[in-house]
């Protein structure tokens, strides 16, 4: 069960000594309190875990000091849509709204190489009136002995030219704590210009005590991908790990799954799940053309696999796109097989709004 209480109602208050002091009679329930900052107020949320069924909703619900509860069942419990839930979906971040009813695009490149690529790539994102963008600081590799990012070397040129770009959020990888205080302290060192959504990857959709410390933070919101080897349902309970401990501020990223199956592409695109995704969670939905692909190859038709399988996730609701540039694909260390060149963003750019209006006109179409 999660109980919401009222805004101006706080863990000092009297309604919540009244609300804990019931609570305290069943041994075997215990409640966790968590802050959780929506938009323009702080809320009190508890999340009720154990034998919760002894417990009467109505009863809860009708103490003063409470806006609602939900009785969640046992799947994605903090993510997770419920019956009669009507907690809202999606946070802001940089004043930049994420959530299941709108798009941002995160093009950029898959790792940092040099302060030149960094810059050209940010100042071509403003041309282009584009605030958000992906740079790969901490690259997990395959080989042991492939280039394996910048780390910390790069944060402080990475974020100085964020800010002279207005670029407002940066999805970047981390694959261990000790990155999250790395990009804290080098935020802190540049006046913090700009922001960052952690991202955890598909390598370590399941490495639970990454998940647990990245979700202790609640400052920075975090892009999960899905495991490539593993069920969308173990994938999405994963993403639970982030919220159980406290933050909330979580995107899925579809970013395809590991077969032969799906040869020629790099992995199996798996965009068929955006709206599963949007049906079954609160998450805003994020799609990985880049990772799904992994090549430039094109159709008959002149357009490239990534740009189609993008307008896929695009016309199927997708709520961010997180996608490889580079400007000059033939020397980036990582990936550039995938990437797509600058001059091609105007063409991805249109592509995508033509995908997202003929969402939104699908979407009236369905309206009764
Ligand atoms: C990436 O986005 O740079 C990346 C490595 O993605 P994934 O974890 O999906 O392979
Ligand atoms: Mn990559």
């Given amino acids: 069960m999660i109980i919401i209480l009222k805004p101006e ?45 002894q417990l009467s909703l109505e009863e809860i619900r009708s103490f003063p000091g409470i ?95 964020a800010g002279k770009y207005g670029i407002r959020v940066i999805a970047m990888e981390v694959t261990h704590e000790s990155h999250v205080d790395e990009i804290n302290q080098a935020l802190d060192r540049t006046g913090r210009p700009t922001g960052v959504m952690l991202q955890i990857g598909t390598r370590n959709t399941q490495n639970f005590e990454l998940l647990k410390s990245v979700g202790r933070q609640q400052e920075f919101p975090v892009l999960l991908k899905r495991g490539f080897g593993i069920t969308l349902d173990e994938s999405l309970h994963a993403a639970e790990y982030l919220a159980s401990e406290g933050n909330q501020k979580v995107v899925f990223g579809l970013r395809g799954m590991k077969t032969n199956i799906g040869d020629p592409h790099r992995n199996m695109v798996d965009f068929a799940h955006v709206p599963v995704v949007k049906r079954l969670t609160r998450m805003p939905v994020c799609i990985d053309p880049s990772h799904s692909v992994g090549s430039r190859h094109r159709s008959s038709d002149n357009i490239l696999d990534v740009m189609h399988v993008t307008a896929q996730g695009v016309i199927a609701g997708a709520n961010m796109i997180l996608v490889d540039f580079h400007p000059d694909p033939s020397v980036a260390l990582v990936d550039g097989p995938q990437a797509l060149r600058l001059e091609e963003l105007p063409v991805f750019l249109e592509d995508v709004r033509i995908c997202r209006e003929a969402y939104e006109k699908r979407l009236a179409n369905y309206q009764v």
């Fill in 67 to 161: 806006d609602y509860a939900v009785r969640v069942s046992e799947a994605y419990r903090v993510l997770g849509r419920h019956k009669e839930d009507s907690r809202p979906c999606g946070f802001t971040y940089q004043d930049v709204e994420f959530g299941q009813n709108n798009l941002n695009i995160f093009a950029g490149l898959c790792a940092v190489d040099s302060p030149g690529s960094v810059e050209a790539m940010m100042k071509m994102l403003q041309e282009h009136g584009q605030v958000c963008t992906r740079m790969g600081a901490y690259k997990p590799r395959t080989s042991a002995y492939s280039f394996q990012g910048h780390g910390k070397h790069c944060l402080q040129y990475v974020f100085e030219l």
């Fill in 9 to 53: 109602v706080t863990v000092e208050s009297r309604e919540f000594q009244r609300i804990a002091a019931h609570l305290a009679n069943f041994r075997e329930v215990e409640a966790r309190v968590h802050h959780v900052q929506g938009t323009g107020q702080k809320l009190t949320e508890i999340y009720l875990i154990g034998n919760t069924a």
